[in-house]
DNA sequence: TGTCAAGTTTGACGAACATCTAATTAGTCG
DNA sequence: CGACTAATTAGATGTTCGTCAAACTTGACA
């Protein structure tokens, strides 16, 4: 289990669902998995979604932890898997961090696995 | 932890992402994690890309056990969550139980956490 | 009815995970 | 520098999860 995630290319338009497309071999499906795994908690879930519609503002963790229920060393924990998937980015701006969505990256995931796509 | 899974309406079209769409509450979003749970597993994507590929034709325990690489058992613990999660149905014929895609539960996951949706 | 094949359930075990508290690092401002 | 805030990391703990072997169930067929 890779400690970093491998690479996955978002900036090609991913289309015709390889979900569907046919046998996903064991690499293409550990990358898939890790990524859902990213999102796949209800913290998580919220996180993102406050992320998303913060938008381009950004939030912080001192906001995001109250926000969710939880400790900011939690929350904190939350942001990294996010991060290492891929689905946020997190820049220091003074004494805070702002997370901001990375919406590409969402929505190619959902590209990958929608047997609908096209 | 609710043992089944609550009730998604899958049948009227989700758009315009609920996840992106503001802040999503504590209820939904564990609605939303179990069911990404349900396929944050390397197995359970690959079990899915198989039964997907199959289409309406159906895909037995048998078949995908050897494809996916572990036992019998193994692949029955991971089909019984994609069809807890209304991913895929079972249907005995004979002595097989043959597992189909639920397409359109899928899809609708999709359309929720997709914030290039609408 | 007895035997066999397909599938599921049970029980066990090790790995991974979510959470907290406490300690540590960054940055601000007297 | 020293006090304070924001954020992360480290360590600990209880829980969930993936896997297998073994037992059980369901259906086919002689």
Same mark, same amino acid.
């Given at each position: 289990? $890779?400690?970093?995630? $491998?690479?996955?290319? %978002?900036?090609?338009?991913?289309?015709?669902?390889?979900?569907?497309?046919?046998?996903?071999?064991?690499?293409?499906?550990?990358? %898939?998995?890790?990524?859902? +795994? !990213?999102?796949?908690?209800?913290?998580?879930?919220?996180?993102?979604?406050? &992320?998303?519609?913060?938008?381009?503002?950004?939030?912080?963790?001192?906001?995001?932890?109250?926000?969710?229920? %939880?400790?900011?060393?939690? %929350?904190?924990?939350?942001? +990294?898997?996010? #991060?290492?998937?891929?689905?946020?980015?997190?820049?220091?701006?003074?004494?805070?961090?702002?997370? #901001? $969505?990375?919406?590409?990256?969402?929505? !190619?995931?959902?590209? &990958? &696995?929608? $047997? !609908?796509?096209?």
């Amino acid at each position: 289990m $890779p400690r970093a995630l $491998p690479v996955l290319d %978002v900036s090609a338009p991913v289309c015709c669902s390889p979900l569907a497309a046919g046998a996903m071999d064991a690499q293409a499906a550990l990358e %898939v998995a890790l990524r859902l +795994k !990213a999102l796949a908690d209800p913290v998580r879930v919220r996180l993102m979604s406050l &992320i998303l519609a913060a938008g381009q503002q950004g939030s912080c963790t001192c906001d995001l932890a109250p926000a969710v229920g %939880v400790t900011e060393a939690t %929350v904190s924990h939350h942001l +990294k898997q996010l #991060r290492e998937a891929g689905l946020v980015e997190g820049t220091r701006e003074g004494m805070n961090v702002f997370y #901001r $969505p990375l919406r590409d990256n969402l929505t !190619a995931l959902c590209r &990958i &696995i929608d $047997p !609908a796509c096209c």
